[in-house]
């Protein structure tokens, strides 16, 4: 198995690679539940690594292109970037990211007379993120694999996120009975009952009364980003932070005044 210290000598890639974003670049990851090598030990509940999934030894492999794919000895390491996002793309990649690229079109997405901005798929941001929850595609399900990770070895389950009663489900044990309930969490590809994502953002240059005007075209100063102009999961979301409650950028009761004026 690969030691989890491997972790450090990502943290000293990272500026190498603008594959891997934001907060990660702190370590806060660490401890949070998208950290699949360690979920939850600082509540002394690890996760079932080599058997619900395979342990990569690293938490941000599961969404960023390893370091050792990027720098290949003797070439310009911003091309070697490059190289790396093309060949994951080509394998059906999500561009730039360590997650294979859903069908945008499986998806329902929200919809209402008064919605702005309609979008029929989400944005490639988004779907890394349903890569994991709509539950299609397991959780260690990655483009590439880490150097040093022998398959020949692997005996994981490779389970996908869903609540369901079956081997292959996290529902077999996370049913809210046995351990908390994973329902919440698995999304599917019906997204009529969430929020709306991958539109452009209805208060950009304060076109519609409704919407706050965002701080800069990045988003709010709380915290509350914005991709390219538009709504993404990750807009209210934040993946990195182990200390927030539903890993929402502000707090609840707040999050949508944010946004909405009325």
């Known amino acids: 198995m690969i030691k ?4 450090v000598v990502i943290g000293a890639a990272l500026a190498l690679n603008s594959a891997w974003i934001g907060p990660s670049l702190s370590g806060t990851i660490l401890g949070t ?7 939850n030990a600082r509540a002394g509940v690890v996760a079932m690594s080599g058997v619900a999934f395979s342990d990569y030894g690293s938490p941000c492999v599961y969404c960023h292109i390893p370091p050792d794919k990027t720098t290949p000895s003797g070439t310009d390491p911003a091309q070697s970037i490059e190289d790396a996002i093309k060949q994951g793309a080509a394998l059906g990649g999500n561009p730039s990211w360590n997650r294979f690229l859903p069908d945008p079109d499986s998806y329902n997405l929200y919809d209402s007379r008064s919605l702005e901005n309609k979008v029929r798929t989400p944005s490639p941001i988004s779907l890394l993120c349903l890569s994991c929850h709509d ?5 260690d399900m990655t483009v590439f694999k880490p150097n040093g990770w022998n398959s020949s070895e692997d005996a994981a389950l490779h389970v996908r996120l869903n609540g369901g009663d079956d081997l292959m489900s996290c529902g077999k044990c996370h049913n809210g009975k046995v351990a908390h309930s994973i329902e919440i969490k698995h999304l599917g590809t019906d997204l009529r009952n969430d929020h709306p994502i991958s539109m452009q953002y209805a208060g950009l240059n304060q ?19 914005l991709y390219d102009g538009k709504v993404e999961c990750a807009t209210c979301h ?15 009761d707040r999050l949508c005044e944010t946004c909405h004026i009325k």
């Open 4 to 7: 989890r210290k491997w972790f």
């Open 33 to 39: 539940k998208h950290d699949f090598t360690g979920l």
């Open 135 to 139: 539950g299609t595609m397991a959780l």
């Open 207 to 225: 076109k519609d009364a409704d919407f706050w005007a965002p701080d800069s075209p990045y988003g709010f100063d709380n915290g509350v980003k």
């Open 238 to 252: 934040n993946v990195h932070d182990p200390d927030i409650n539903l890993l929402l950028r502000a707090t609840s």
